[in-house]
């Protein structure tokens, strides 16, 4: 008996010293908990800064000095505007929303993370005050606790009042006065249903939503946000529908003075840097962080020095009139310039990111790739001649044909009919897979004629390609960020480089030597600026897309020239304007760096050549047109019929119709042994062997 009493008061002063651990831990978070007290002056904090590889300071972020409004003083509109889209319990719950909270809490207990959120607009002021931005299950405890006792001491409508003047709605804009000034150069009490309804739906995602980047969001949320206050009965749907018809009229001259002197390319670092590191624009402006980036801003100014000038020249001045251009540094996959068009302030739709646009000529990449990869060689000879298949009869530029050529001829002087046959011969399905591998993820279309670029790919894409040619057939994922530091020096962001080999070191040597016979001989000799470079041109039906892609051994970089509505440029191809400021820019970069040519094993581009036999190029290829031309009437005699084409792998004869594209392409050098490190990369490229 006493042998059990002795057990029982072991297990209660057990009991009791874990309920007195608890009970000191309790009280230990709750006192580490931030007092509710001086709520009304908080200010945003430090000035944040982005950075160029250079060591330049190419955007700076700070809060827009505003002036807090009262509660009396807000327009109704704007009140229910952001109750209906962000807390339409607001005035009922006690600081959380249990309904919201619970169906949050099933979502993230599935995914094993915090992956939705139920924040009431109490929560989110708790968070703007008080707590970081980070998905942590602890803050999200703390938030709610704070919450609550937010809810018992302070009033509903001054809650609202403090949440209106202290949440972020981008462009630098803390609280609602900030943001009429802003976009609208208003005072908030003069704000119509519109413009309550645009500024009510920022508070989500800021960054994304704001109208100076993209208006075609920023009108699709000011949608949601009148839906919601119509189901809340704020509004008529007469009131409704007047307001999603009212135009945007934003106030670009009283958009803030910050530092921005890479817009294009810091829109494509701030989503990079939400992506990987989840961190938002909005927890840059209040946190005094420095960002340091891969943009060379010598180069960047270069660029836009070269487009303006030459665009300018050719009298390319409508704003629809576009242009952009994009360099990687092909060994490490930074970003060291970006533009993604001529004037931000006009425009910032990003042609480098989302313009999708038929490539034309360039495409010819993947075609020639493939047929090298499966046995073909520079030397192997094709029929330049007309040809059909199917219902398609492709054409050379001006109805010309050569005759027998080889294929590095072919390429360089971009032979459409023979690409028409290396992609029947070698298969559409093969050079899909060839695109897959180098990058491209925009959706081909299963017919042949995408071997003459009729399918649309984006400017980014089809750089980043090239330059896996450039870097002896390894593929390095582009980035814009190298890290993020906080204000005290402690690095919360660090990059890392991913590449993968993708094609042999034979492939690429071939590819690399018949791509600088384009530059050489070919349509693209007006890129030529004295050093190794190798490229293609494109250029779309009627003129509508003009393209130049090429590298040297240190970067890789595409120009693309073009309308914005899809109409005719003034015949400009390939082979020109974008050819000419690829040249001028590419000699810019690189005219105080060391002379590097490509070191890959030797490819005789021409076994009738003697090695090291200097050719006169020039007269070489007048020598071919004057061929050409001699041969022409003979040539249509012998069009080629290819009536019973059959692909292995399903071809479509009703081209330009979609078709199902393998969603996952199995990579044949899976096997290989790892690369080096990066570092050594560049230092081993000439022991390659095959």
Not at 91 to 97: A, E, P, R, T
Not at 110 to 123: E, F
Not at 175 to 196: H, M, R
Not at 283 to 294: C, N, P
Request: with cysteine; net charge positive; charged share 25%.
């Amino acid at each position: 008996m006493d042998k059990h009493r002795g057990y029982c008061l072991i297990v209660l002063l057990v009991v009791f010293a874990v309920f007195l651990a608890g009970t000191a831990s309790v009280y230990v978070y709750f006192k580490n908990l931030p007092p509710i007290t001086k709520l009304e002056n908080y200010q945003p904090t430090l000035t944040s800064q982005i950075m160029s590889q250079d060591k330049v300071v190419i955007k700076t972020f700070g809060a827009y000095k505003y002036k807090k409004v009262k509660i009396e003083d807000i327009p109704d509109d704007l009140k229910n505007a952001i109750v209906a889209i962000e807390d339409k319990n607001f005035y009922s719950h006690k600081g959380f929303d249990p309904v919201a909270l619970f169906r949050s809490v099933i979502k993230n207990l599935k995914a094993r993370k915090l992956v939705q959120g139920a924040s009431t607009i109490t929560q989110q002021l708790a968070r703007i005050l008080f707590l970081s931005t980070e998905k942590t299950f602890d803050r999200k405890i703390k938030e709610l606790i704070i919450a609550y006792r937010m809810e018992k001491s302070i009033p509903k409508d001054k809650i609202l009042q403090m949440y209106l003047n202290n949440v972020y709605l981008g462009e630098g804009a803390y609280g609602i006065s900030a943001a009429a000034a802003i976009y609208f150069d208003k005072k908030v009490q003069d704000l119509n249903l519109a413009e309550c309804a645009l500024i009510a739906g920022l508070p989500q995602a800021p960054s994304a939503y704001t109208p100076y980047r993209n208006m075609h969001l920023a009108l699709k949320r000011r949608k949601m946000v009148l839906r919601r206050m119509l189901a809340e009965k704020f509004i008529t749907q007469e009131q409704a529908d007047q307001a999603n018809a009212e135009e945007v009229k934003l106030d670009y001259k009283n958009r803030p003075n910050s530092l921005n002197k890479a817009p294009y390319f810091i829109n494509y670092a701030l989503k990079e840097l939400n992506q990987n590191a989840g961190i938002k624009e909005e927890e840059l402006v209040q946190g005094g962080y420095k960002v340091y980036t891969t943009l060379n801003y010598k180069y960047q100014k270069n660029a836009t020095e070269t487009i303006t000038k030459n665009i300018n020249k050719w009298r390319f001045k409508e704003p629809w009139q576009q242009a952009a251009l994009v360099t990687f540094d092909v060994i490490t996959g930074k970003i060291v310039a970006y533009i993604g068009g001529k004037d931000y302030s006009i425009s910032q739709f990003d042609r480098v990111t989302q313009a999708i646009r038929p490539p034309g000529s360039s495409f010819k990449l993947f075609v020639y790739a493939t047929a090298l990869e499966n046995g073909a060689t520079p030397q192997s000879i094709y029929s330049d001649a007309p040809i059909r298949i199917a219902k398609w009869k492709p054409h050379n530029y001006g109805d010309r044909y050569r005759g027998d050529l080889p294929l590095y001829k072919a390429l360089a002087y971009s032979s459409n009919v023979i690409a028409a046959r290396l992609i029947t011969q070698y298969g559409i399905s093969r050079t899909i897979r060839t695109t897959r591998k180098l990058g491209i993820t925009t959706p081909l279309q299963k017919d042949p004629t995408i071997a003459l670029g009729s399918n649309g790919v984006n400017l980014f894409e089809l750089t980043s390609a090239y330059s896996v040619f450039a870097n002896g057939g390894i593929k390095v994922q582009p980035y814009a960020v190298e890290r993020v530091e906080t204000s005290e020096g402690k690095i919360i962001y660090q990059a890392e480089t991913k590449f993968k080999r993708v094609f042999s070191p034979k492939v690429v040597a071939s590819m690399v030597d018949m791509l600088t016979q384009v530059i050489k001989i070919g349509t693209g000799r007006a890129a030529n600026f004295g050093r190794p470079a190798a490229g293609k041109t494109g250029t779309t039906d009627s003129y509508r897309d003009a393209w130049f892609m090429g590298f040297t051994p240190e970067y890789a970089t595409g120009v693309w020239i073009g309308n914005d509505n899809n109409t005719p440029t003034k015949k400009i191809t390939g082979g020109g304007l974008p050819a000419i400021i690829w040249r001028e820019y590419m000699k810019k970069i690189t005219k105080d760096r060391p002379f590097v040519d490509f070191i890959y094993p030797e490819i005789i581009i021409d076994p009738t050549l003697k090695q090291n036999e200097k050719v006169n190029f020039e007269a070489l290829i007048d020598e071919e047109y004057a061929r050409m031309e001699e041969s022409s009437n003979i040539f249509e005699q012998q069009e080629v019929e290819i009536d019973d084409f059959n692909d292995s792998n399903n071809f479509n004869h009703n081209f330009g119709r979609n078709t199902d594209i393998e969603k996952e392409i199995e990579d044949d050098f899976e096997a290989m042994p790892p690369l080096p490190p990066i570092d050594e990369i560049r230092r081993k490229r000439n022991n390659f062997s095959y």
